[in-house]
């Protein structure tokens, strides 16, 4: 068995397809760790079954909030560290300490329109492919290396909200398959 602990900062959808295929296999998410009090992934997460932690970054400055998730990541010890719509920008000492073990999805094909307009920048181009990345995260934004990605064929007559729904779509398929493939990996390395 190997561990994972999902960031995130609001509607969750990525941390529930994730929790609900990995809950298929002999591995589990151990924590959910979030960074909004609010946000829609705390009901997930009790839904789910999941321990799940507020760690906020109002009022103060980034080291701070990176120790208190450092000393739950200390605590769980997870195997890999899955961002998951996690708004939080992690500094060097983060990614260096947790090298090759932290991962993101970003809703563009990489390494185009990296940043927080992956969608609508994808949306207003004119691109014919669209698609989402993972990548091990380093402290660029959406800069480390490339683990996978799922492209799609837009006609070009879609709606904004339907280039959306696709785009999340795939990343409800490809996400959950390389967290359950590099927890397999990390059982494997034991
Ligand atoms: C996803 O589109 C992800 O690519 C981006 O933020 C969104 C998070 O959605 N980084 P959710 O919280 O998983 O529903």
């Given amino acids: 068995m190997a561990e994972a602990v999902i960031l995130t900062s609001g509607n969750g959808s990525n941390f529930q ?24 992934s705390f009901v997930r997460a009790e839904k789910l079954g999941i321990p ?3 760690v906020s970054y109002l009022g103060r400055d980034r ?14 010890h997870p195997d890999l560290i899955v961002l998951a719509g996690f708004m939080k920008l992690l500094s060097s000492e ?4 947790y090298e090759g073990k932290i991962i993101n999805i970003h ?4 390494p ?6 992956g ?34 064929v837009r006609s070009g007559s ?10 999340h779509e795939c990343e409800h398929e490809i996400y959950p398959q390389v967290v359950i493939e590099l927890l397999d990996r990390a059982e494997e390395g034991k």
Avoid at 63 to 76: P, Y
Avoid at 94 to 97: E, Q, R, V
Avoid at 121 to 148: C, N, P, Q, W
């Fill in 119 to 152: 969608i609508e920048e994808s949306f207003a181009s004119a691109d014919t492919e669209l698609g989402v990345t993972v990548h091990y995260v380093d402290s660029g934004m959406d800069t480390g290396k490339v683990i996978r990605q799922k492209s799609f």
């Fill in 63 to 76: 080291k701070a909030a990176e120790k208190e998730i450092d000393d739950l990541l200390e605590r769980f």
């Fill in 112 to 117: 185009k329109y990296p940043g927080t307009h």
């Fill in 17 to 40: 397809a994730i929790s609900e295929a990995v809950a298929r296999t002999n591995h589990k998410i151990t924590a959910m760790i979030c960074n909004k009090k609010d946000a829609y």
């Fill in 52 to 54: 799940s932690y507020h």
């Fill in 107 to 110: 809703p563009a094909l990489l």
């Fill in 94 to 97: 983060m990614t260096d300490k």
């Fill in 158 to 167: 879609e709606s904004l909200e339907e280039i959306e729904t696709r785009i």
